[in-house]
């Protein structure tokens, strides 16, 4: 029974789709973008008129019943859906490793899909717009439907990613300033440790200095 047992979390265990490894949270949005909440390495704001790792066209206004522009965003954002073409994807090539990546989701609708891939351009993960927010109601100047998504990596997935498809079988699935959080470099590491190194020095030099003056 024990070993039935045993085979069964195993399977389980295997079953676990690679989502796992990719984590997603969300905020309500604000009318002013506030950032992506971590440090990032790089912002992707689309306001240059063009973006070489983007797909699809950029967009400057919003246009009724074809897209909206997301609740905080300025400049140009992105847009996909049967009016603006779907899907399209934004290429993470050589920014990896990476720890983290946000960006601005606006009026998320039922009919939106994210999709995380490989280098290979493999499905990492796949989430809904009624798994970011629900109801998913693409209300257009709600915070709570305009929102901060943060897709957070574990593992092996750091340096896996390689894309984020935007689906939309409907007009529209908006983003605006994708944010980038990369692994630092080993160099990096290395003079971070070594500040705290020098920071803790310091702080024992200043208490010998205090209990010889006591």
Known sequence: MKKYLLALTIAAAAAVPSQAAVQLSSVAGNATYQGPGFAATQIFDFNGGSEARWDRAIFTTSQNGVRARPLGSTGGFISVGPSDGSPGTFSLAGLGPLNAISFLWG????????????????????????????????????????????????????????????????????????????????????????????????????????????
């Open 107 to 214: 009026s998320v609708d039922t009919y939106n899909t994210l999709q995380v891939l490989d280098q290979d351009g493999g499905l990492l993960a796949s989430f809904l717009g009624s798994q970011v927010w629900n109801p998913a109601n693409g209300n257009q100047t709600a915070t709570a439907t305009n929102r901060l998504v943060r897709l957070d990596f574990t593992g092996a997935t750091k340096n896996e990613v390689g894309a984020l498809r935007f689906i939309s079988t409907n007009n529209a699935f908006e983003v605006d300033n994708i944010a980038i959080a990369a692994v630092p470099e080993p160099a990096t590491w290395a003079m971070m440790i070594g500040g705290f190194g020098l920071i803790g020095a310091a702080a024992r030099r200043r208490a010998r200095a205090t209990i010889a003056y006591a």
